[in-house]
């Protein structure tokens, strides 16, 4: 006769909120309403235990792990979970083992990965021919693009399902259910708190249902003291040291990145000043974000408006001077001249088809009259032979003088843009380039 856990009652009060909150049901879940909608395929074959072998890629907090228990619940199968921070390729193999056998006797089991792109190559092959003969429902949870950082054996194998941050609304609404519900909840500690205050930890959960029903759950505890009250005063000490989501190096970084410099590129100050704020927020290097922008100067508005490389360096020298968070004005003042500047990538474009020539058109020799003749010998071999100096020319430019190799032929690699100080750039060159072809008589 097996002996009754006394403590099995108090353990489970003991569980945090977010952990006694988690759904028993799908109709339960908030967020994810593509991927959850009453007739949705997906939802249709969970529902009636329908399941496969599936990658969940989403940010924290978006519900990977409450729906890979769910699955188990509807496949009615085993529920087994592993994660590829804690767990080695002898535990897997034993996990697989034990899984292999209940599939022998006619049990399902869902094994759910959590963090799998964790797994490198040899673990992750592991998983494959469990998953081929069906002995397994492989279901792994990642906060990285599958893309990079799943192979592609595994990748075939399974769908990959995107998951959301959770909507503010929908936040509040699994707040309000911790709030009344007297199984699970907190409705035995008569907690009262305003809708606008219920915002504020919804607002600051960013994205992530298990952080704010945290938060409340903390702001519940403090306000024992305030007769159960949750006030501005409450919300301050638990909200003050708030973050948020931003994974440095990973995708939400680049995705913040690109959407900067794209924002800077549209001419859209506004918006690419605010990019800028949320990767500060964020904690992101200001060095990188400086070489961006410097980056960004060149590329994107290079020569219709030179100013903004000259801002760029002077915006850095600034910040190492001044230091966060004083020093940020000055990346603040730099974005937006960037992108109200005028824009040409006619510099970057020329540089890459001459680059191009380079690597693909074979060593060509300097022709004789661009050489430099220190030497007699050279002078006698015709070196700076027919050279036109120039300045010596009627307007200051020997017009029939060419300058490529002459198996080349005279080739055109900029092309000015009628923008900003381009324009300028564009009407003197097209001028000279008309008058050079007819100097050569072409």
């Known amino acids: 006769m097996r002996t009754p856990n006394l403590f099995a009652a108090a353990s489970a009060e003991l569980r945090p909120l977010a952990e006694r909150m988690r759904p028993r049901v799908l109709a339960e879940m908030v967020g994810q309403t593509r991927l959850l909608a009453a007739d949705s395929a997906f939802r249709r074959a969970v529902e009636s235990g329908r399941v496969h072998s599936m990658i969940l890629w989403g940010p924290p907090g978006c519900g990977k792990t ?39 006797a006619g049990e399902r089991t869902v094994l759910f990965v959590d963090e799998v792109h964790r797994f490198n190559k040899a673990q992750q092959d592991a998983f494959l021919p469990h998953i081929e003969r069906g002995s397994i429902v492989f279901v792994g949870a990642t906060t990285e693009n599958p893309s990079f950082e799943l192979n592609s054996a595994l990748l075939s194998r399974c769908r990959v399902h995107v998951l959301e941050p959770v909507a503010i609304v929908h936040i509040e609404d699994a707040l309000r259910r911790a709030l009344s519900d007297g199984e699970r909840g907190l409705a035995g500690m008569a907690i009262s708190v305003a809708p606008d205050l219920l915002s504020q930890i919804a607002q600051a959960a960013d994205g992530d249902v ?21 006030t501005e005063a409450t919300l301050l000490q638990v909200l003050a040291d708030r973050t948020r989501r931003f994974d440095k190096g990973g995708e939400q970084f680049y995705d913040q990145i690109s959407a900067l410099h794209k924002c800077v590129r549209s001419s859209n100050p506004d918006a690419a000043l605010y990019w800028l704020c949320r990767m500060l927020d964020g904690g992101c290097d200001p060095s990188y974000l400086m070489r961006r922008l410097l980056r960004m100067s060149i590329e994107d508005i290079g020569l219709a408006d030179p100013r903004a490389q000259q801002m760029a360096l002077a915006a850095w020298d ?42 693909t058109l074979g060593t060509d020799e300097v022709p004789l009259h661009l050489r430099n003749a220190p030497t007699q010998l050279m002078k006698s071999l015709g070196y700076g032979a027919d050279y ?17 190799p002459d198996a080349l ?16 750039i564009k009407q003197k060159l097209d001028a000279l380039r008309a008058e050079r072809a007819k100097a050569r008589g072409e």
């Open 66 to 104: 409450t729906l890979a228990l769910l699955l188990a619940h509807y496949a009615e199968a085993r529920f087994e979970a592993i994660s590829a921070v804690l767990s080695g390729l002898p535990e897997v193999r034993r996990v697989l083992a034990e899984a292999q056998a209940r599939f022998e």
């Open 318 to 359: 600034t910040f190492e001077r001044l230091g966060s968070p004083e020093g940020e004005l000055a990346l603040a003042q730099l974005t937006l001249f960037m992108a109200s500047a005028a824009k040409s990538n006619a510099g970057y474009v020329a540089y890459k088809a001459a680059q191009a020539d380079v690597r």
């Open 409 to 424: 032929g005279e080739r055109v690699y900029y092309q000015p843009v009628s923008r900003g100080m381009e324009l300028q």
């Open 388 to 404: 036109q100096y120039d300045h010596d020319m009627d307007g200051g430019v020997a017009l029939d003088q060419r300058g490529f």
């Open 210 to 230: 298990r952080r704010a029903l945290t938060l409340l759950e903390i702001a519940a505890e403090l306000a024992q003291d305030d007769a159960g009250r949750i």
